[in-house]
Each structure stands twice: as C-alpha cells, then as structure tokens.
C-alpha cells in the first residue's frame, strides 16, 4: 500500500496562484502506474483534474484547467505537485492525491474508480 498527504491548499483571490504537493509514502513509481490530483466540492462528484504516468511523466487534464494547472513529479523525493494558476471561484473544493495501480499503464486515466489509493485531501477556497 501506500499512503498519501496532500498539502499547500489555502485561500486565494481569484487570479491568485496554489502549488499543492502529495507526499507518497513510499516509491509510488514501484507501485502505481499514474498519480492523479481530483477535486470535490460540496453537493457535486469528484472529478479529474490532472493526471501524470510514473514512468514518462506525460500529463493530462481536465478542460476545465487546461492552460492554468501543470501536474508535475520529483520521483526522488517521491512527491507530486499541482501548480494552480488564474484560479477562479469555480475552483473552490477539496483537492485529492490518488495513486492508479493498474488502469493507466497505455493511457492516461482520470477515471474516479482507476485510482486505488487515496489522500485525505487539502482544502482550496478561491473567493470573488
């Protein structure tokens, strides 16, 4: 298994700036294929935001953040980060890290139920 702990979440301004990490327990390229970051606001469905493959570190992500998100790793210090720019009010959820095992070793995935292992989540307010 391993454990997973988001951090850097906070409140912004809209068009501020976030950079949030997810600090693996151990060497999550040995065990998942990809790690994602999703968020979840209250009342709605978690849902994909970014998404990087281990082994390439080739990206995906959501529409709704392209051209103002960057997912990136540093697979030595076994952490993922997610720089949020522009930041909108829309943004406003709890973000999570999750790690994919088996679902995302052709394609990228931010299918919900691809991701095995899951953070508690920080939180990010982005007001008007």
């Known amino acids: 298994q391993v454990q997973l702990l988001e951090s850097g979440g906070g409140s912004v301004q809209a068009g501020g700036s976030l950079r949030l990490s997810c600090a693996a327990s151990t060497r999550y390229t040995y065990v998942s294929d990809c790690m994602g970051w999703f968020r979840q606001a209250p009342g709605k469905e978690r849902e994909g935001v970014a998404v990087i493959r281990a082994g390439d570190s080739s990206t995906d992500y959501a529409d709704s953040v392209k051209g103002r998100f960057s997912i990136s790793q540093d697979t030595a210090k076994n952490t993922v980060y997610l720089q949020m720019n522009s930041l909108k009010p829309e943004d406003t959820a709890m973000y999570y890290c999750?790690?994919?095992?088996?679902?995302?070793?052709?394609?990228?995935?931010?299918?919900?139920?691809?991701?095995?292992?899951w953070g508690q989540g920080t939180q990010v307010t982005v007001s008007s």
């Open positions: 999750a790690a994919a095992t088996q679902k995302c070793r052709r394609k990228l995935t931010l299918y919900l139920y691809d991701y095995n292992y």
